[in-house]
């Protein structure tokens, strides 16, 4: 594959601690375009192996509009189907950026180990410096190690080493779209964490019509229906949670925006700092990037302050445990105070109810945000809309509020990024296969 | 991080972040502080939250950039060629027009 393409694919055996690559065959991207199309035929490769599969779309790390989605397909312990989970912030321009379009991790080893990848190299090493450790010191120590605060750190904390079902891969510091259970799977394989770090070059077919037609989309996107609007609040108050903006800001320092993503879905706010303060804090750990909306509302809904929902979205990143699994149970079992919701992280256990019903994380609101489609807008259409983002590498809730990414033009951009011969009928048919 | 992209871009006709004179400083994501910093022919131009500063190169004073630990990825930005406003290109520079989120601007 040459365009838009790192040309690899990492096969990751864990049990023999051997790394083989293999190059993306052309045929196969013709035919299953990319991102969640051919994580999918991938993890049916190796199905026999209960692999994890790192992904990025074929527009990822591009200056397409939101091109910042790599994904995980795995099978969901929650679910027992085979699922995708976003990562996003810059995990996905670094996976790409890192020498692979994709990573298979297959096997079990001996003893806890990490993956570092960069610049097309795929090391397996041990996990001892890190294992024990939560997922902030984790991030902090592998950052430290490597001589680069850029790298980008997938990883789990105690809850994926104890495999809580309830466990999440998260992305640096923060919680991720992991509603799946993924970081049970991290635990299961003995996998701490995946560091990601690279300087590829993505050539393109046809360089100047794909910048050309990239700039023209921007364009008409900065007039959409967001244009006037920032920050996760804001995507609350689209699904109905109207007083959010309100209650939050009080803390908010400022929000931010995955990978050339013109809407700032993420809102960081300052616990320990004043959030109006306009230098670098003095403090080392002064808030949290809240990045899961479902999260943040699931803590304000047991009646808590905005302080303290921010203060244990904070505890369940460092745990690397999924808040709104966190929030359910925690309404279910009456406790409503910081401490002892804290306290019940290690061995949370309990059914949910609001788990993902499809193959994408339920992390992305089900329903067009503030933009108008114009077409029936159902579950059918959600999961489409999903479909196509987790194929072409666009941040899934930016999906939802950009209806001038239609899928004609991300074909259109596709063709000219890849020059492939992409058309209509070869989505339907990759969709159709992810969506069996 | 779009406006390196397009840097890199005008500089390599391909997608990379190697090349760009324009770097996003994130390094410090847990305090959320970052800024922008633009390698010109003669000086680094700093945007930071505390506002705009401009360090001439070769005084020496470019080497406070970057001499955290947090910042070492900004490092190379030094290497790099200087910014040609994307001489080349009628419509002006490529960054401006790429930042998702209208950050960047130009006197």
């Given at each position: ?354 788990v993902g019903k499809g193959k994408f994380s339920p992390w992305s609101p089900p329903k ?69 | ?35 922008v910093v633009l390698k010109e022919e003669e000086n680094l131009v700093i945007a930071r ?59």
């Amino acid at each position: 594959m040459e365009y838009l393409s790192t040309n690899k694919i990492a096969i990751v055996d864990l049990a023999t601690s051997k790394v083989t690559d293999q190059e993306v065959d052309e045929d196969l991207v013709k035919e299953r375009i990319g991102g969640a199309g051919i994580t999918t035929a991938l993890y049916e490769q190796y199905q026999d192996e209960d692999p994890i599969v790192l992904g990025t779309g074929l527009l990822t790390g591009t200056l397409a509009p939101a091109s910042a989605l790599g994904m995980i397909t795995a099978k969901s312990p929650l679910t027992g189907k085979v699922c995708h989970a976003p990562l996003t912030l810059y995990a996905g321009l670094e996976l790409k950026f890192s020498g692979f379009d994709y990573v298979v991790i297959k096997g079990k080893p001996p003893k806890p180990v990490y993956l570092w990848i960069h610049d097309g190299v795929a090391d397996i090493n041990d996990a001892k410096d890190v294992w024990g450790k939560d997922v902030w010191t984790s991030t902090d120590t592998i950052r430290e190690l490597m001589g680069d605060s850029l790298i980008q750190v997938l990883s789990v904390g105690k809850a994926g080493e104890s495999e809580s079902d309830f466990a999440q891969v998260c992305i640096n510091y923060w919680a991720s779209g992991d509603r799946w259970g993924f970081g049970k799977l991290f635990g299961q394989k003995k996998l701490k964490l995946v560091a990601l770090r690279g300087m590829s070059l993505l050539e393109v077919s046809n360089a100047e019509g794909f910048v050309n037609q990239c700039k023209e989309l921007l364009s008409a996107l900065k007039t959409g229906a967001f244009a006037e609007k920032k920050g996760i609040a804001e995507i609350a108050v689209a699904i109905g949670e109207g007083d959010t903006p309100k209650w939050l800001a009080p803390l908010v320092h400022r929000h931010q925006s995955c990978f050339n993503t013109p809407f700032p879905s993420n809102t960081f706010v300052f616990l320990d700092e004043d959030p109006k303060l306009l230098k670098e804090s003095e403090k080392k750990e002064p808030g949290f990037l809240i990045t899961d909306v479902y999260g943040l509302l699931g803590f304000k809904k047991l009646g808590l302050s905005a302080a303290d929902a921010c203060g244990l979205l904070r505890e369940c990143a460092k745990y690397g445990i999924d808040a709104v699994a966190v929030s359910e149970l925690s309404q279910k079992a009456g406790k409503k105070k910081p401490d002892e919701i804290k306290k019940s992280f290690s061995g949370l256990k309990g059914t949910l109810e609001n788990v993902g019903k499809g193959k994408f994380s339920p992390w992305s609101p089900p329903k067009p945000i503030f933009a108008n489609f114009g077409s029936s807008q159902d579950a059918q259409w959600w999961e489409r809309r999903q479909a196509v983002a987790y194929i072409f590498g666009i941040h899934p809730i930016f999906a939802l509020m950009s209806p001038e990414l239609s899928e004609e033009k991300l074909i259109e951009l596709a063709n000219l990024g890849a020059g492939l011969g992409f058309t209509s009928e070869t989505l339907n048919k990759v969709i159709a296969d992810i969506s069996k | 991080m779009a406006c390196e992209m397009a840097c890199g871009y005008h500089r390599d006709d391909g997608f990379a972040l190697l090349s760009s004179c324009i770097m996003v400083t994130r390094g410090r994501e847990k305090r959320d502080y970052s800024g922008v910093v633009l390698k010109e022919e003669e000086n680094l131009v700093i945007a930071r939250p505390e506002g705009l500063e401009i360090r001439k190169l070769g005084s020496g004073v470019e080497a406070e950039q970057g001499k955290g630990k947090e910042d070492a990825s900004a490092k190379p930005l030094l290497l790099r060629e200087p910014c040609d406003l994307c001489s080349d290109r009628k419509e002006g520079p490529l960054c401006l027009q790429f930042c998702p989120v209208n950050a960047i601007s130009m006197d």
